[in-house]
């Protein structure tokens, strides 16, 4: 008996919101860099044309959410002849330790620049411990 081939496309990635789109605009993922400091977790997210209030940072359960939307670019008076940018949504979904301090995170928004800061929980940050001798 043969047995069934599926390709990828037949099993989409499974995403935590898992609703249906109803948009026809792309959605990006944003260039994102990640860096750790001995107390915070610091996320960096680019997202050009979205101003400030068109971003949306959602954290259910320990799924990070940033989602952006960028407003479409008119030039009223010109007619486009070559484009080679898309108006378009933005989506980037991070599955976040146990050790974040969820009431501290912060947020802000500069230049197309997200810029998140996820406080470690005290009980996650390195400490040193003092050897006594003898």
Not at 27 to 35: E, G, K
Not at 64 to 85: C, D, M, S
Not at 106 to 120: M, N, Q, R
């Amino acid at each position: 008996m043969a047995q069934e081939v599926r390709t990828a496309a037949q099993y989409p990635p499974e995403r935590p919101d898992s609703g249906e789109r109803t948009t026809a605009r792309p959605t990006y993922l944003p260039p994102t860099d990640i860096y750790e400091t001995p107390e915070d977790i610091v996320v960096l997210a680019e997202m050009p044309g979205v101003a400030p209030e068109d971003v949306d940072i959602t954290l259910e359960r320990r799924v990070l959410t940033i989602r952006g939307r960028a407003a479409e670019r008119r030039h009223p008076g010109y007619q486009q002849i070559h484009a080679e940018y898309s108006s378009g949504d933005y989506e980037r979904v991070f599955t976040l330790s146990e050790d974040i301090d969820r009431e501290r995170i912060s947020a802000t928004h500069k230049d197309g620049v997200l810029h998140l800061i996820l406080p470690k929980a005290e009980s996650a940050k390195a400490r040193k411990i003092a050897l006594k001798a003898g």
